[in-house]
């Protein structure tokens, strides 16, 4: 399908959207180049429509850059090691690198269904582990992290913490706009450990897990062991992409303590900012509360697609919200997406009987998504149009570029 400048359409709008860190709105990118990173999935119960919902919101922007002319350049990680993957594995009795392998590969297809476009670089953790460990002994090195003794380590080893108590270019907080008591709540809810003996503070997270009996451990200039959860985003984000690279994106359960130390280890190691600005996508919930795979509230993107449900009908069920909004999953939004997807198609195949006709909902598309990725309005905006115009070339091209939906190929029910 031709594109919308061959069209005639010249280039889109480039996106304002909200940014996290100032609570404002920013237009980006500020050059010709946009640059994103994405805290992808830890490889276990993939893929739910939380992820989905986050991935599609991120996928939005990518197709509003490059309608914009811009030129993208994205990263996502795997968290192929980590606690709660090991712990399924054991639990299910397989091995930790088969259950992720076969994950990644469940998500990789549900994320071909879906339409959302492929990172140009999605690294496993595992595959970074040394310059992860040399990020760690650099820190080490500067006064920015620590050690602390391990009993249950194996050999007596001892863990590596980033110390957060430092004076650095940015409170801790500011960028999550968080405050200390929230800080502290969400440090114990993420596993942070606040209360252990010998943190200089009860934020400080791990940067580098020496080795338990049972674990996974790699060999590294700070001992034996994995590394811990931020530092990993933060040294494959500025490897893949150099610092400061215009969004991290991500859920907003992800605000802290996750992306704040990313921007924290970054500077520490030297940059002078992690990203020009932080995105982070709405929360689904489902039956009450947020969907997440420590409750098993889960509603699972393979699950639906088996059941019958259209790719494209789920595409438009996740852009009925907006990208922001918190909000909960009910089974009729999906029987409402097919309708509209219905509708959609009836009118695609409608003949132009005036051949002078030369409206597009080209611009709409344009005016809604640019502003802050308004993808309800602009659902909106296709709905109004094609109850008064018939099928044409340019906004057929605009749904799919635009809004990821081919009405070309997406079949009858």
């Given at each position: ?14 996106p304002?959207?909200h ?8 237009v ?35 197709r ?162 994995r590394?811990g ?13 150099g ?45 009450g509360e947020?969907?997440?795979?420590s ?96 099928a ?8 799919d ?13």
């Open positions: 399908m031709p594109s919308l400048a061959e069209l005639g359409h010249g280039e889109g709008q480039l304002s959207v940014d996290v860190r100032t609570d404002a709105r920013v980006l990118p500020d050059g010709p180049v946009a640059s994103m990173y994405t805290c992808g999935i830890t490889p276990y119960d993939a893929t739910h429509l939380g992820h989905a919902f986050t991935y599609l919101a991120f996928d939005t922007l990518t509003v850059w490059l309608d914009a002319g811009v030129e993208v350049r994205t990263a996502m990680n795997s968290t192929d090691v980590d606690d709660p993957l090991l712990e399924r594995a054991a639990r299910d009795g397989v091995d930790w690198r088969r259950l992720a392998e076969q994950q990644q590969e469940l998500y990789r297809q549900d994320m071909a269904a879906l339409r959302i476009l492929p990172p140009d670089r999605w690294i496993a953790v595992t595959e970074r582990i040394a310059p992860i460990a040399q990020a760690v002994q650099r820190l080490l090195e500067t006064g920015d992290a620590y050690r602390l003794p391990a009993p249950d380590a194996e050999g007596g080893g001892e863990d590596v913490l980033f110390d957060t108590t430092r004076e650095r270019a940015f409170r801790m907080g500011a960028g999550s706009r968080t405050d200390e008591a929230e800080m502290l709540e969400l440090t114990r809810e993420f596993g942070g450990d606040p209360d252990r003996p010998g943190k200089r503070s009860p934020l400080d997270p791990l940067l580098w897990r020496a080795e338990r009996p049972g674990e996974p451990a790699w060999d590294s200039p700070v001992g034996r062991g590394p959860w931020h530092v990993e985003c933060t040294v494959i984000a500025m490897d893949e992409l610092a400061p690279f215009t969004v991290a994106a991500g859920g907003r359960d992800l605000r802290f303590p996750h992306q704040e130390m990313q921007g924290h280890h970054a500077i520490a190691l030297g940059a002078p900012l992690f990203s020009r600005a932080r995105l982070n996508a709405g929360l689904v919930a489902f039956e947020k969907m997440s795979k409750l098993g509230n889960l509603v699972l993107v393979s699950a639906l697609l088996r059941a019958g449900a259209r790719p494209a009908a789920l595409r438009l069920a996740l852009l009925a919200h907006h990208w922001r909004d918190d909000w909960e999953w009910f089974p009729h939004e999906l029987e409402e997406a097919e309708r509209r997807l219905d509708r959609w198609l009836a009118w695609s195949v409608t003949p132009d009987d005036d051949p002078s006709h030369a409206d597009s909902v080209v611009p709409w598309l344009r005016v809604t998504l640019a502003d802050d990725l308004n993808t309800p309005a602009a659902l909106q905006a296709v709905d109004a149009f094609i109850a008064r115009a018939p044409d070339e340019a906004s057929i091209a605009a749904i570029a635009l809004l990821g939906i081919d009405l070309r190929s997406v079949p009858a029910r």
